[in-house]
C-alpha cells in the first residue's frame, strides 16, 4: 500500500501554481472515443504545448478527479455534451467543487445538450436555450456552402478586443459555429462574451415555423463565453463541440454578403488562442517583494509617524507559458487605507516589473493598511494587504517654536513690554 501511495504522488495535484506551472494534467471526457480523432488537432496543440491529456468516458465507471483528499488533474476538459451522468465519483457537484478548488474547466455543448450539462452552465453563471432542438440561426451571417441548408452554419466575426484573451495577432477569417446559444445572466459579471451572434442572428428549431418571437436573438447570443472565478479558476464555456473540430479547422470559409472567400476557417486560431488563456498560459499574474519604508531607509519600520516620507515598491511578473516575464502597465494604484483611502497613488514602473510610489502619511493617526486590489479585464486578480500602525508625534518631537503662532508670540511679549513701558510712566512720571 505504500509503494502505491508513492507512486501516486506525482499525479496528486492542484490548479495552476505559480511554483509549477509547467505541471498540467487534463482530463478529458469524451461521449465517445471517436472525439479524439475528430478533433485530434485541437487535442495535439494541447499536447505540444505541454500538457498531459488523460482521455476517458464519460461514463468511465472508474472516474474520479480526486484521490485522498488530492485533486488528480489541474483541469478538465467535457467534450460530453450528450452525457446524462458521469460515471464513478464524478457528478455535477463534483465538477463545481473542482472549479471551486482553483481548477480550469473546458465546457462544449452541442444541440441538444444534457441536463448534466446545462446544470454545470447554469451554476457557471450561463443558460442555454431550453428548447433542446433549437439552434442559432443567422440569415446575414452564414457562411456560404453550395447547399444554402438553414443558415445554422455561422460565419461569426464579432470577437471580444482583448490581446491578453485571443493574443496580439488578428483573427482575420471567421470562426465557424454550429450549435446551440447561450446567455449570460446580467447579474454574473465574471462571465465574458467572447464570441457573439450578429445582430440578426436567434435561437430556435430551424425544423418548425416559429409561432411567437425567440427568446435568445441579436448580440446577446454568445456563442463562446468564458468565466474567470474569484479564485482565478477560468472556464470556457462553448454551444459548439464542432468549433473544435478538425473539419471547422480546415474548411474553408466565406461569410454571406462578403467577396472574400478564406482558404481556412479562423477556428485553429481562435481555440488555441482562448485555450492559452483558459489554462493560464496567459494572463496570469503574480505579485512578489512587497516593500515599504521611509524614505532615505531600507529596513521596514514597525510603525510610521504622522508626515513621514514612505516608498512603497512591489514585483508583478505575468507568465508567458514558458516563463516569468515583467509585466507592464499604467494602472496599477497602492491605497493607504483606513475606513477609507486617505492616500491613492498610481505606481510608477521601471518596466522590468518593479512598481513603485512614494508620499507622506496623513495627519492622522491611527491603524492603516497599504492595499493594492488589481482587476483588469483578462488578467488573474491578486489583492495585497499589509497593516500598519501611524503614531502622532512625541511630546519631544514637536517644534520648539512653530511658525504658526508667531502672531500669538508677539502678542504676549507686546502685552509684556507695553505693560512695562506703563509701569515705568506711572511710577517716575511727574
Not at 142 to 169: F, M, N, P, Q, W
Request: hydrophobic share 40%.
Amino acid at each position: 500500500l505504500a509503494g502505491i501511495l508513492i507512486s501516486l504522488l506525482p499525479f496528486l495535484v492542484s490548479g495552476f501554481s505559480e511554483q509549477n506551472p509547467t505541471d498540467r494534467r487534463l482530463l478529458v471526457l469524451l461521449d465517445d472515443f471517436s472525439i479524439k480523432s475528430s478533433h485530434s488537432l485541437f487535442f495535439r496543440s494541447l499536447e505540444g504545448r505541454g500538457f498531459d491529456l488523460d482521455f476517458k468516458l464519460a461514463g468511465d465507471p472508474k472516474l474520479a478527479l480526486q484521490r485522498y483528499g488530492k485533486y488528480l488533474y489541474d483541469a478538465a476538459v467535457l467534450f460530453s455534451p450528450t452525457a446524462e451522468r458521469f460515471g464513478g465519483s464524478i457528478d455535477a457537484a463534483a465538477i463545481l467543487d473542482f472549479v471551486d478548488s482553483g481548477h480550469d474547466l473546458i465546457l462544449a455543448a452541442d444541440a441538444s445538450p444534457s441536463e448534466l450539462i446545462r446544470e454545470i452552465a447554469v451554476e457557471c453563471g450561463v443558460e442555454f436555450d431550453e428548447d433542446p432542438q433549437a439552434s442559432v440561426i443567422d440569415h446575414t451571417s452564414y457562411a456560404v456552402s453550395e447547399t444554402e441548408g438553414d443558415h445554422t452554419l455561422i460565419a461569426a466575426d464579432d470577437l471580444i478586443e482583448s490581446e491578453v484573451i485571443l493574443g496580439s495577432k488578428k483573427i482575420e477569417a471567421p470562426v465557424l459555429f454550429k450549435g446551440i446559444g447561450h446567455s449570460i445572466y446580467p447579474t454574473n459579471n465574471l462571465a465574458i462574451q467572447v464570441l457573439s451572434a450578429s445582430p440578426a442572428a436567434y435561437s430556435a428549431n430551424p425544423n418548425i415555423l416559429l409561432a411567437n418571437p425567440p427568446v435568445f436573438s441579436g448580440s446577446t447570443i454568445s456563442l463562446v463565453s468564458v468565466v474567470q472565478a474569484r479564485n482565478n479558476a477560468r472556464i470556457l464555456i462553448s454551444g459548439s463541440l464542432s468549433i473544435f473540430s478538425n473539419r471547422f479547422f480546415r474548411l474553408a470559409v466565406q461569410k454571406a454578403g462578403s467577396p472574400i472567400k478564406y482558404e481556412k476557417s479562423g477556428n485553429e486560431q481562435f481555440v488555441s488562442e482562448l485555450s492559452k488563456w483558459v489554462f493560464h498560459e496567459r494572463g496570469h499574474l503574480k505579485a512578489v517583494n512587497v516593500r515599504h519604508h521611509k524614505v532615505g531607509e531600507i529596513v521596514e519600520p514597525s510603525m510610521y509617524r504622522i508626515k513621514d516620507d514612505v516608498d512603497y515598491s512591489v514585483e508583478v511578473y505575468e507568465w508567458s507559458g514558458s516563463g516569468w516575464e515583467p509585466y507592464i502597465a499604467d494602472d496599477l494604484q497602492v491605497q493607504f487605507y483606513m475606513m477609507s483611502p486617505y492616500v491613492l497613488k498610481t505606481l510608477s514602473t521601471d518596466r522590468k516589473g518593479l512598481y513603485h510610489t512614494s508620499f507622506k502619511v496623513p495627519d492622522v493617526y491611527g491603524v492603516f493598511q497599504f492595499k493594492v486590489e488589481y482587476h483588469r479585464l483578462g488578467y488573474s486578480s491578486f489583492s495585497l494587504s499589509n497593516q500598519i500602525p501611524v503614531r502622532p508625534y512625541r511630546h519631544n518631537e514637536y517644534e520648539r517654536f512653530i511658525p504658526a503662532a508667531y502672531p500669538y508670540y508677539t502678542g504676549s511679549f507686546s502685552m509684556m513690554g507695553g505693560f512695562l513701558v506703563f509701569t515705568l510712566l506711572y511710577l517716575y512720571a511727574k
